[in-house]
């Protein structure tokens, strides 16, 4: 389209300088809207080239046996994830467990190790960073085998278990708890004993 072609049907100055204006705006779009196009040509181009290369890459492999590592590896996180809690939730447990216990006199050391065992083995579970039921267990060995804690000031001292060296009289493996420690505090050399709390 040219000045003269407009002239020639007639159009002003002014009015064939808006056609021009107009037509400018036109082409700019346009020219706009192919650039547009073309930019994403080529974006999904290189798109399709680098997933090509990626698919490459691939060739020869087991993808079901990549699935079942990945499988593995994913059962194998989550497994160390399990693992993880339990020993943060045990620490916190025995943690607060000797906390709970400071005040708790024993007769000794190994009914102290005797009774923690039989607490840890009730299965209690914590809330609020308390062992929720220690002190109904705590009663009951209390119950059981008062033995295992340590008189009151001027309360009577605990007498040396059976042994099991005369007839009728019961050995180490036949003892009661509070018996075994008892037995353990005072003769804590004995094969008895260490095996006992070797085992608890």
């Known amino acids: 389209m040219k000045t003269e072609d407009l002239q020639a049907i007639g159009l002003t100055e002014d009015q064939i300088k808006k056609v021009f204006e107009l037509n400018g705006k036109d082409i700019a779009a346009e020219k706009k809207a192919v650039s547009k196009a073309e930019d994403d040509r080529d974006a999904w181009k290189k798109r399709a080239e680098a997933a090509e290369e990626t698919l490459k890459g691939f060739d020869g492999v087991d993808v079901e046996k990549m699935r079942s590592e990945v499988e593995e590896w994913k059962k194998k996180a989550e497994e160390a994830a399990q693992k993880y809690q339990k020993d943060i939730e045990e620490r916190d447990f025995s943690e607060a467990l000797k906390a709970a ?25 914590m809330r609020s960073g308390k062992i929720v039921g220690l002190q109904d267990v705590l009663d009951q060995i209390k119950a059981d085998d008062a033995s295992a804690f340590a008189p009151a000031e001027g309360g009577a001292k605990f007498t040396t278990p059976p042994k099991g060296t005369g007839k009728g009289v019961k050995g180490f493996a036949d003892m009661t708890l509070g018996e075994k420690m008892r037995y353990a505090n005072e003769h804590p050399d004995s094969e008895d004993v260490r095996n006992w709390l070797a085992r608890q």
């Open 101 to 125: 216990l400071d005040d708790v006199k024993f007769s000794s050391e190994s009914a102290k190790k005797a009774v923690i065992a039989e607490i840890k083995a009730a299965g209690l579970s």
